[in-house]
């Protein structure tokens, strides 16, 4: 088991140095628009791990992979192989603090992302099968080419069917960007309000939880998966 996440972490990290977070290639703003719309889902990935049992630390990390649906695209406009490390800690009976941190090339420059927020149980502690509320403020920069703060707020519900879990949600994204690009017609400054519907389970091992995850956007398909551990 070790091995095989060795193997998958090793897998992004390569696909990672695919990312060019430069938008001087973009024609259009609708195109840049759709670009950001992934970098922003992306980074406001909500890691959803369900317990059975109250685990005070949660941590491991997460590999993202966006495809893009919408016509308005630009040759560099990949987005994948991203590794997000995370981290959560339990504060009272049902709220929860999360952190999470990446960094990767984009082409000349090294791009850092930070984010934190909170998980909200909605309902008692003991009933598996709850609500629960989950925020992420996320702050992407990459120098020369971009400076995005997001928010992601994201609703779901717990269900167990046989031995598996599963759950299914609404997020609502924004951001806000700061462009750095000498393109003709490329505002300096973009904002947008994202719908989004988000689906997932998780598969458990010895040691650690796989949860396997579907993000749908109109214009954006994401598929993750996080690898995490929790301690007592």
Aim: charged letters at 15%; one cysteine or more; glycine letters at 8%.
């Amino acid at each position: 088991m070790n091995r095989f996440i060795f193997i998958i972490f090793c897998f992004s990290f390569s696909h990672a140095q695919w990312i060019s977070l430069n938008l001087d290639s973009a024609n259009e703003t609708n195109q840049v628009k759709t670009f950001l719309t992934g970098v922003s889902l992306g980074f406001g990935h909500h890691t959803r791990a369900i317990q059975e049992q109250q685990q005070r630390l949660v941590a491991g990390v997460s590999f993202i992979y966006a495809k893009n649906l919408s016509k308005s695209a630009f040759n560099d406009n990949h987005l994948g192989g991203i590794p997000i490390f995370y981290g959560r800690i339990l504060i009272s009976n049902n709220l929860f603090f999360q952190g999470k941190l990446s960094g990767f090339t984009s082409g000349d420059h090294i791009s850092q992302q930070i984010g934190w927020g909170f998980i909200l149980n909605l309902s008692d502690i003991n009933d598996h099968s709850s609500w629960k509320l989950s925020t992420n403020f996320s702050h992407v920069k990459s120098p020369g080419n971009l400076n995005l703060r997001g928010l992601d707020v994201f609703l779901s519900k717990e269900w167990k069917i046989g031995n598996i879990w599963w759950y299914l949600g609404l997020g609502k994204n924004y951001y806000k960007t700061r462009i750095y690009s000498n393109k003709v017609g490329i505002p300096s400054v973009l904002e947008r309000e994202n719908n989004y519907i988000q689906i997932g389970t998780q598969l458990r091992s010895t040691s650690y939880v796989f949860v396997p995850q579907l993000k749908y956007h109109p214009e954006i398909v994401q598929i993750s998966v996080d690898v995490i551990r929790g301690f007592h």
